[in-house]
C-alpha cells in the first residue's frame, strides 16, 4: 500500500510538472505546424527545399505527439462516465489500429459482449491503444501475434470485466516487469518511448477502481490483463402509481 500511496504521489507531481511544460509547450507548436504546412502547399513538388520542410514537419509532429501524451498523463479535469461495453470499444476503434499495423505482425480478437463498465468512453480506448502499441513494438519486425481479449467474470463479487492484450514479443525481464507502471520509465531509444503510455494506463484503470497486473506469456511475450468493475444495471422495480 505504501509503494502505491508513494507511486501515485508521484504521478502527481511530475504530473503538475510535466502538465504545465506541455500545455506551453503545445502552443508553442501550433503556429510551427501550421505554417509549415502552409508555406508547404506553396512549393513546388519535388524540390529540395520541399524534401526540407517535410523533416521539419515530420520533427514538429513527433513533438506534438509527445506533449499530447504528456498532458493526457497529467489531465485533470473529471472524466465523463456512463454505461460502457468494453467490447464496442475495441470494435470501434479495431480498423484504426489495423491500418498502423506494420508488415508481419497480425491482430486477433475475442471479445464477448456483455462486459459492461462504468467509465469513459475515451480514457478505455486510450488503455486499448496504449497497451496494442506497446505490443506491437515488441513485436517488432515480426511475424507475431498480438490478441485482444474481453470477457465478463461474474464468479466474483463484485464481477469485473476483463480486458487482456497478450503479445507474442520477447516478454519483459524481472526488473523491467517491476517498473513498467512507473512513469517517465522506457526501455525504447530516446525520441522512441516517453515512458508514460503505461503510467497513464495505470492512472486510468485505478481511477475507474479497477487493477491492472502485467505477466509473461507461457511460450513467450507479454500479457497486460486489465480488471474494471462491471457495471450491472438493477432492475429497477416498477414504482407503483395508483394515485394517477
Ligand atoms: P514507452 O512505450 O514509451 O517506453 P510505456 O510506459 O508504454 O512507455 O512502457 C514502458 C516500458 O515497458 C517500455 O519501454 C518497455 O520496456 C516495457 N513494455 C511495455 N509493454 C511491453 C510489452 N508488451 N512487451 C515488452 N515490454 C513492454
Known amino acids: 500500500l505504501e509503494r502505491q500511496l ?17 500545455h506551453d509547450l503545445n502552443n508553442a507548436l501550433v503556429p510551427v505546424l501550421g505554417l509549415t ?25 513527433r513533438a506534438r505527439d ?5 498532458l493526457a498523463f497529467s489531465r485533470k479535469e473529471a472524466p465523463e462516465r456512463e454505461p460502457v461495453d468494453i467490447a464496442k470499444v475495441v470494435d470501434m476503434g479495431w480498423e484504426l489500429l489495423l491500418r498502423a499495423l506494420p508488415f508481419g505482425v497480425r491482430m486477433e480478437r475475442r471479445c464477448a459482449a456483455g462486459a459492461l463498465v462504468l467509465a469513459d468512453h475515451s480514457q478505455i480506448d486510450q488503455v486499448i491503444v496504449n497497451l496494442v502499441t506497446n505490443a506491437v513494438q515488441a513485436i517488432g519486425d515480426g511475424p507475431g501475434t498480438v490478441t485482444v481479449s ?12 476483463r480486458l487482456t492484450v497478450e503479445d ?17 520509465f522506457t526501455t525504447k531509444p530516446v525520441g522512441e518511448g516517453t515512458g508514460l503510455g503505461l503510467a497513464v494506463v495505470h492512472g486510468i484503470v485505478t481511477s475507474h477502481g479497477g487493477s491492472i497486473e502485467c505477466r509473461n506469456r507461457p511460450g513467450g511475450g507479454t500479457v497486460f490483463d486489465v480488471f474494471l468493475p462491471l457495471f450491472e444495471t438493477a432492475v429497477a ?8
Open 37 to 61: 504546412e502552409c508555406v508547404m502547399e506553396n512549393l513546388p513538388a519535388g524540390g529540395a527545399e520541399r524534401a526540407d520542410l517535410e523533416l521539419v514537419i515530420d520533427g514538429a509532429t
Open 150 to 161: 474481453v470477457t465478463a467474470q461474474r464468479d466474483t463479487a463484485p464481477g469485473k470485466a
Open 168 to 184: 507474442t514479443g520477447p516478454g519483459m525481464d524481472e526488473t523491467t516487469r517491476s517498473r513498467v507502471f512507473e512513469p517517465f
Open 237 to 244: 422495480e416498477p414504482i407503483p402509481c395508483d394515485f394517477i
Open 6 to 22: 508513494q507511486q501515485a504521489l508521484k504521478m502527481e507531481a511530475l504530473g503538475t510538472l510535466a502538465g504545465g511544460i506541455a
Open 66 to 70: 509527445l506533449v499530447r501524451q504528456i
